[in-house]
Structure formats: C-alpha cells, structure tokens
C-alpha cells in the first residue's frame, strides 16, 4: 500500500492527499485482484496505470483516473459492479460497465475504410451509447496505450488496429476538439499502417532539423520584439508539425516532402479577442502574407469548436512560416476539446439553438462539482437518435423512438412488409418495442408477408419514422388499385356465370356506366361503386328486388338482436357459418322451414347464390336499444406455445371477454395455432380484442374465422 502510494504521487502530483489516498488503495484493489487469480498471476502490470497517466495530460478529474485504474479487462468479472460500488462509489463503477464495453465492442471492420458513412455512424454511436463522455476519453487513452505497444503484435494485428484508429478513434478525438489525442493517435497509427512512408518523412523531417530550429529562433525573437514594442502581453513558441498531418497534405497537394513550404509553424497566445486581430495585423504589417492561406476560424470555428487564426507569412529568408493566434481560453478548447459547444463568443452572449449543441468538455473535467453537466452532454449529443445492429454487426441510424418496424424497412422494403416478429438482442419483442442505442435487431418474416393496416394507426405504435409510413402507405395504395382492377374482374366473370350469360361488350359496359376505360371500370367494380344490381341492369337482366323489411330490438332475451317489424312469430337466426355480430353489414334470408336467417353481407353463402336463391334475400339491420353476446371463432397463430393461452387470456380478461372454446396445436417447427371462440358485444369490441392480441411479442397472426 505504501508503495502503491508514492506511485500513485509520482504518477498524479496535482492530486490532493485525500485522492491519492483513493488512487492507491484502486492500485492495491487491482494487485490483490490479480494474486488471486492464477491465471493473472504472472501476468505484466495492468494496463490502467499506463492509460491514467496518459489521461493526466488533458486534466482529468479522480473519478477518471479510478475508473482507468480499475477498467483493465482482464479484471471484468474479478472486480464486480458491486464491490466498485462499494468502495468508489456509484459514479466510477457506472464509468468503469461503460469503459469495459467499449473496450471489447468489435463491430468495425476493414471494410469501413472505403464506407465513410458506416465510420460516422460508429463513431456517433460510440458517443450516444455511452452514458458518461468520460467514458469515451478514458477509451481513447487506452487506445493510445494499445498503439505504443503495438510493435509486439503480428503485421495483421497491427494494420487493423491501426486502420481501426484512422477511421473511428482520431476522428473521434478530433469530434470532441482533444488536439493532444487526435495527433498522437494519428502519428502512432500511420506509423504502423505504412512504417516506410513515415520513416520516410521522419527522416526528412531529422535531415533538416537544425535549418528549421534556426529559421523559427529567428522568426521568434522578431516577433517577440515586434509584440514587445506594441506593448502586447504574448507567449510565443514554435509548434512542430505532426507527421501524419505532412503525409495528408503530400497526398492532397500531390507535393514530395521537399516540395513542401509551411513546415514551419508558430504559435502565439494572447489575453484577449481584440488582442488576436492586433497581432494579426502587425504581422500581416511586417512580413509578406500569402492570402490563400489566411483562415478566420475565430469568426467560423471549426465544427468541433476550435477557434484561432491562422495566416501564412514569408520570412527573410523567404521561408513560409504557419501562425496561430488565440486566447488562453482557445487554446484550452483547442488543447482538452468540446463536447459541447459549437460556438463559443467573447462577453457571454447567448448561443442560438443551432449553435449550443453540447456541452464544454473544457469545464466538464476541470469543474468537478458539476454532475448535471455530465447528464447534459449525454442527453444532448445526439439526443434525436438511436444507433442498433444488425445480426451481421452493420450499424443503422434511426430516429429516437423508432421500432423494429422502423428498423426492417431502414434495411429493406420487402423486409418491412414480411415483417411478422424482431428479437431484441435474442429476446421476442413486439414490434411496437422502442429500440434503445446499441441493441442488435433480428427481423423474423414470413414468406408472402405483407403490411397490417394496423400499423399505420398512431395510436397503436406500430410506425415512428416518416419513410416506413411512405413505405407502407404506398404498399396499400399499389395494392389497393391492383386488387380492385383483380377483384373487378373476378366480380364481372362470377356474375357471368351466375346469370347465365356467355359474353357482353366491355364497350358497352363502359358506355352504361361512363368509364373512360376497362381499368377505371374494373376499379369501380373492385371497390364495389358499381353493385351486383347496378351491374345486372347493365347486362339486361331481371333485377332481383329484395324484400325490404325494418328490423327491431327483440321480444326476448332467447332471441337474436334481428326481429322483422310488424310481422308476429318471425323467427330471426344467426347463421352459423359467417357467424355475424353487432356492427356487422348484414342481409337476411327467407326460409319456409328456418324462417329468416342473419348472414353477413360477405358471406361466401350468400355470394355464391343462384338468381332463384337471390328472390329469397331481404335488406336488414342491427336493431338498437338492445345488446346481445356474440360467440365469435378466432385463429391465432403464434411463434411457440409457451405462455400463448396465458398472454392471450391476459388480453380477453383486460377487454371483459369471455372464453367459450379453446384449442391449442403446436406444430414441428415450435410453431403454434391457438383456435378460440369467444363472446363479444359488437364488431368494435372484437376490433379491440384482435389488435391487443397482435400487438403480443409472440404472435405472428391473428383472424376472425369466416
């Protein structure tokens, strides 16, 4: 322990006594985790110490450097949640469940480096997914550990870490403004994913040291005595140029080293804004500038929030020489990054909505009391958003709220429509489940599956993003006009044979009803603008008038709802086969032995009979002021057995719906169907209780049996 403790004030000396006192008792934590576990044993020392002390160069607070110390992933399962808690409290073990998953997420793949899209996707993930922005600096420095040590790795290890950085983790760095990270991160990839190119410029770079040492001593002590004779309060000092920063510019300007002229760079800080145009000016004053060169990122910062002013000036020697002028308070935000803001401005005025994303990352770390802040950036960056998988570990962006739904159609349309059922990181879910960042999402389909009219109802959930909405919309719109130019036809050949007649001129039917063509014709029909009666007028056939009788409540409670006004000792029935309820569009039939019997007006019976059978027909309606049970047969056809009849009564208890009959049949593939009869009041009723049912996690279908 007291070991652990003069390491740790060699390590930290900014810390107090009393964090000291934290850092190493984590230290001891860690070693005594590792005695005792033989297979850690003989293992080299935990890689946290390393990772913390690079965390130091952006001042990062305790809680940071605990969560470093105690992340390694070695100790995932030796140091529970429970025992951080414990003993550092709430706030590091939450840090160290995210750090540990960011370490061992492994859905990048080389092939991201030709899809930009799929790397911002990622790294916009990386940002939302976790709870705390500490969690992604704390992975940053232990990618920047696992690229020091890098030589020892084999070359394939080594070209995916190092291609795996460039494309997600430096510009990750560079997201959140941490200069310090982004070009060590850059340097140390290049140098493992192309060694020749950067010995190469190393070598170059080493050749012409003491040329360029001398040409920036030069420049130095010019512009500190031009800054001095303005009485202008200044630090000045050159700024190296990073090796991975030349080989990009090589390759965008195609120059060789030695054809490039702005490797020589200044920096020069200053106390205030007015102070950054004046020193502009002076040395605009005193040295040739190159216009093409000159940035205001004061006046258009950069979109991670960088501010400073660059210009490109010509020294005596006519050497190009690079200055940055900035405040104090730039060159934090440049230094330790933002997280935050995309605008900052002199005197405190306020941000417009556009301009206030997230939250200074500059006070995040150094202002400790401030908790909220942490909650803020999280709930800022990004906070419209939701980031899930595929099975095969592509990433898809979609709105906050989406469903899995939302999700299948973002993959493809033809999924979407097939959509029967997800499975949420392996677990059922039903479709209306609001996916969360970084769940993966299995969508089941069936073969000839096609969209519910269901799931363009608001209220039900079904649908969060405006493109699966168009997607479905569309579907029904396409379907809807093939259907009913098919049904039209099917209608027109039935009614052929069911009058007797062998053939009559389309023309002529076009003419009757005033159609500019056989499709609008065939549309009317389909959508039933144009009735059987209509059309038998048309094909010159005897109307079949039914009789038209007014339908009254019961005299009794034995009776159905459906009694024919002013005729005594009518008996009305229900007919078995279309099973009709209250709300139901009905027509009844004349029998001498049943009396009238109720069909629904789209009862295959009474679809199919003869023009004799069709004299027999009478116009009917539901009585009001009187209410009857309905036994209705229902199929449900679900994924398993397992809790369908309980779920299912669930549902029917919720809606004061009775069971009469129940059958259940699993089948070979774990499939089941489930085969009720059950009483309700009214079509709007059983409306209510088919939707619950289908809104199950389970269920892949659910009909009322005609």
């Not at 092939?111 to 993930?125: D, F, Y």
Request: hydrophobic share 40%; proline share 4%; net charge neutral.
């Amino acid at each position: 322990m007291e070991n652990n403790t003069r390491i740790a004030k060699s390590l930290f000396p900014a810390l107090s006594a009393a964090d000291l006192l934290q850092v190493s008792h984590a230290m001891s934590l860690v070693e005594l985790a590792c005695e005792n576990n033989p297979e850690l044993r003989d293992s080299p020392r935990p890689k946290g110490i390393d990772v913390a002390s690079i965390l130091t160069t952006v001042h990062i607070d305790l809680h940071s450097i605990l969560t470093a110390l105690l992340s390694d992933s070695r100790l995932e399962g030796v140091l529970n949640e429970a025992a951080i808690t414990a003993q550092f409290g709430p706030v590091v073990a939450a840090l160290v469940k995210d750090v540990n998953w960011l370490n061992k997420i492994n859905i990048y793949s080389p092939e991201m480096a030709n899809q930009p899209n799929q790397s911002e996707i990622l790294r916009r993930m990386l940002l939302a997914m976790t709870h705390d922005v500490r969690a992604v600096l704390i992975k940053l420095a232990f990618r920047i550990q696992r690229l020091r040590g890098l030589n020892q790795e084999n070359t394939d290890i080594r070209r995916f870490i190092a291609r795996e950085t460039l494309d997600i983790y430096a510009p990750l760095a560079n997201r959140l403004g941490i200069s310090q990270f982004k070009w060590e991160l850059e340097d140390l990839a290049f140098r493992s994913l192309k060694p020749e190119q950067y010995l190469s410029i190393v070598d170059s770079l080493a050749s012409k040291r003491i040329h360029r040492e001398s040409c920036i001593d030069t420049f130095l002590q010019d512009l500190r005595l031009a800054l001095d004779e303005h009485s202008i309060n200044a630090k000045v000092y050159g700024r190296p140029k990073h090796i991975y920063s030349i080989y990009c510019k090589m390759r965008r300007k195609k120059l060789a080293i030695e054809e490039l002229y702005d490797l020589l760079a200044v920096r020069v800080i200053v106390d205030d804004l007015t102070a950054c145009y004046t020193v502009l000016g002076l040395a605009h004053s005193k040295w040739q500038y190159i216009p093409k060169e000159f940035d205001d990122y004061i006046a258009n910062p950069k979109e991670n929030g960088y501010q400073s002013l660059h210009t490109v000036v010509l020294d005596k020697q006519g050497n190009r020489i690079e200055i940055q002028i900035r405040t104090q308070t730039m060159h934090e935000f440049a230094e330790l990054g933002v997280a935050a803001h995309w605008l900052y401005k002199e005197g405190g005025k306020h941000n417009t909505a556009s301009e206030k994303n997230i939250t200074s990352l500059r006070l995040l770390l150094e202002d400790r009391g401030h908790d909220n802040l942490l909650e803020s950036f999280h709930t800022e960056l990004f906070s419209d958003r939701v980031f899930v998988l595929t099975p095969t570990g592509n990433l898809v962006d979609l709105v906050k709220g989406a469903t899995p739904l939302d999700f299948a159609y973002a993959i493809h349309t033809e999924i979407g429509h097939g959509c029967r059922g997800a499975k949420i990181n392996g677990q059922i879910k039903p479709l209306t489940y609001a996916l969360k960042s970084g769940e993966q999402v299995e969508i089941i389909t069936t073969k000839n599956g096609q969209p519910s009219h269901n799931w363009l109802d608001p209220n039900l959930g079904y649908l969060k993003t405006p493109r699966a909405v168009s997607k479905v919309k569309s579907w029904f719109k396409q379907q809807q006009l093939s259907d009913n130019i098919a049904a039209g036809k099917s209608l027109l050949d039935k009614e052929y044979k069911r009058l007797g007649i062998k053939h009559v001129e389309l023309n002529d039917l076009l003419k009757h009803f005033k159609m500019p063509d056989a499709e609008h014709f065939y549309q009317a029909l389909g959508r039933g603008d144009i009735n059987n009666r209509q059309l038998a007028g048309a094909l010159k056939i005897p109307e079949l008038t039914p009789i038209s009788f007014k339908l009254s409540a019961p005299k009794n409670n034995n009776q159905s709802s459906v009694i024919v006004a002013d005729m005594d000792n009518v008996v009305t029935t229900l007919a078995h086969c279309c099973s009709p309820v209250s709300g139901d569009h009905i027509i009844g039939y004349i029998s001498h032995r049943r009396g009238i019997t109720i069909h629904r007006n789209d009862c295959e019976n009474i679809l199919h009979l003869s023009p004799e059978q069709q004299a027999q027909l009478i116009t009917a309606e539901w009585s009001g002021g009187h209410q009857v049970h309905h036994i209705v047969p229902i199929i449900i056809q679900a994924l398993d057995a397992q809790n369908l009849l309980n779920d299912v009564s669930q549902q029917l208890t919720a809606a004061k719906v009775n069971i009469t009959d129940a059958a259940l049949k699993t089948h070979a593939d774990s499939s089941a169907t489930l085969k009720l009869s059950i009483q309700v009041k009214n079509t709007e009723q059983l409306s209510l209780v088919l939707s619950r049912i289908s809104q199950l996690p389970n269920i892949l279908e659910v009909i009322r049996k005609h």
